[in-house]
């Protein structure tokens, strides 16, 4: 049976048998049964990570230690408010770090970006904080939701997330939730572009 450790565009964080893309850490959020509680976080700095990297090994949910969560892909991590890792991903930290300064984002260090990237994330009773825009206006790889329809903005059109791609639609007109934290979509706005793990796969 699947851990509960795969994280949701939407947030949650639930069991299921698909294998993700890339891993996180929010610290340790599971108990000696490798159960999850009512905590979600234990730290600021949820960030982003390779699966693999120099051959280092961790089990999944060691006793007292960090969570391991799992997302589908980038596009997933950063609509849950994950970050690029500065260690294993620095490349494309340094990428992030880059695009949020042209953004005119406030911050000026790591810890004041992760606190700014917090409060557009999570309310304290662990809800994700969304917003609304212009569908035309959401840039490629953040997440929306459209009459109840939770999808990927992708080179002009809305491809549907449900544990998986589906098959990509027109975005819808008008108004949509966004899902992808405020700070995350003025990053993609400003050029960031997803890692190449990024994958439409269905």
Known sequence: ???????????????????????????CLHDAGGRLGA???RHQNWVCCLTAFRGRWRPIMPPGRWTALFFWDEAAALAAGHRPCGECRHADYRRFMAAWEAAGLPGRGLVER?????????????????????????????????DGVVALAWRGAAIPWDGGYGAPAPLPDGMVEVLTPVPVVAVL?????LSPAFSTRG
Not at 9 to 25: C, K, M, Q
Not at 121 to 144: L, M, Y
Not at 189 to 193: D, P, S, T, V
Request: hydrophobic content about 35%.
């Open 1 to 27: 049976m699947p851990h509960q450790n795969r994280v949701l565009p939407t947030g949650e964080i639930v069991a299921a048998p698909w294998r993700g893309a890339f891993t996180g850490n929010r610290g």
């Open 39 to 41: 905590v979600r976080w």
């Open 114 to 146: 992760d606190r700014v990237l917090h409060r557009a994330r999570v309310t304290r009773d662990r809800r994700q904080v969304t917003h609304r825009a212009e569908a035309g206006k959401v840039p490629d790889g953040a997440f929306i939701r459209a």
């Open 189 to 193: 706005r400003a050029g960031y572009e």
